[in-house]
C-alpha cells in the first residue's frame, strides 16, 4: 500500500551543492510530475514525464533535471542549488496525462538551501 | 492572469456553518477538474472531482459551470476537522494546474 514515496523528506543544502530527489510509485502509472510549493505561490509544475523514456518542461523548470528510466521512479536532479530553491517539493503519478485522472502526491521533500 | 484562480481567504467560519469556495479557470481546453485538500505540511489529498452535472459526497458539494469557467465547493454542517486549505484543479492534455489554494478555519 506505498502509493507514491519520496525521499528524503528533509534535506539541508550548501550553494552549489547537487543531489537528486527521489520519486517511486507502485501503482503502473504512466504520468508523474514533479511541483514545487512556496508560500503564496501554490504548486508549480517543474517537469512532468507522460511515460518511460519521455519527460517535458512544466511552468519552472530551470535549474532543475529529470529522468525516468523506468514507469516507476521519477527522480528530479538539483544541478547546483541555489537559495531560490528553497522549497518543498511534491511527486504526483495518475493513471494518464489525461482524462478524469486524480493525481496522488507523496509526502513531500522539505529542502532548505543555506 | 493566473490560469486558476481562488480567492485565498483566510474564510472563518463557525461550527455548523456552511461556506462555498469559488474557482475560475482561464484555459478552455480544460478537461477535468478537482477540489484537493491539503493541510499544514502536508501533501494534498483528492477531495472529489467535479462534474458539468454536480456531484455531492456527504457534506461536499461540487459544481462546474462550462459554460463561464467556474467550479464551486460548497460545504455544509462544517466542522472542525474540515480547518484546512482547498485546491482547485484544472486538468488539460498532460498538463495539470493547481489555484494557489483558499484557507478555511473552522472555530468552535
Known amino acids: 500500500n506505498a502509493g507514491v514515496t519520496q525521499t528524503p523528506k528533509f534535506q539541508v543544502l550548501k550553494t552549489g551543492q547537487s543531489m537528486t530527489l527521489q520519486c517511486a510509485q507502485d501503482?503502473?502509472?504512466?504520468?508523474m510530475s514533479w511541483y514545487r510549493q512556496d508560500p503564496g505561490m501554490g504548486l508549480r509544475l517543474i517537469h512532468y514525464s507522460v511515460g518511460a523514456g519521455i519527460t517535458d518542461q512544466g511552468e519552472v523548470p530551470n535549474g532543475y533535471n529529470v529522468s525516468r528510466s523506468t514507469t516507476e521512479d521519477f527522480p528530479l536532479r538539483l544541478l547546483s542549488a541555489a537559495p531560490s530553491q528553497t522549497s518543498v517539493y511534491f511527486c504526483?503519478?495518475?493513471?494518464?496525462?489525461?482524462?478524469?485522472?486524480?493525481?496522488?502526491f507523496g509526502d513531500g521533500t522539505r529542502l532548505s538551501i543555506l | 492572469r493566473k490560469e486558476v484562480e481562488q480567492d485565498p481567504g483566510p474564510f472563518n467560519v463557525p461550527e455548523g456553518a456552511t461556506v462555498a469556495f469559488n474557482c475560475t479557470y482561464s484555459?478552455?481546453?480544460?478537461?477535468?477538474f478537482f477540489w484537493y485538500r491539503q493541510d499544514c505540511r502536508k501533501e494534498p489529498k483528492l477531495l472529489m472531482s467535479?462534474?458539468?452535472s454536480g456531484n455531492e459526497d456527504g457534506r461536499f458539494t461540487a459544481q462546474l459551470n462550462r459554460a463561464s469557467q467556474y467550479i464551486s465547493l460548497l460545504i455544509r454542517d462544517s466542522k472542525l476537522s474540515d480547518s484546512a486549505t482547498y485546491l482547485c484543479v484544472a486538468r488539460g492534455y498532460q498538463k495539470v494546474t493547481f489555484g494557489t489554494g483558499t484557507k478555511l478555519q473552522v472555530i468552535p
Open positions: 501503482m503502473n502509472h504512466e504520468y
Open positions: 467535479v462534474y458539468s
Open positions: 504526483a503519478s495518475s493513471y494518464t496525462g489525461q482524462g478524469n485522472q486524480p493525481q496522488h
Open positions: 484555459n478552455s481546453a480544460s478537461q477535468s
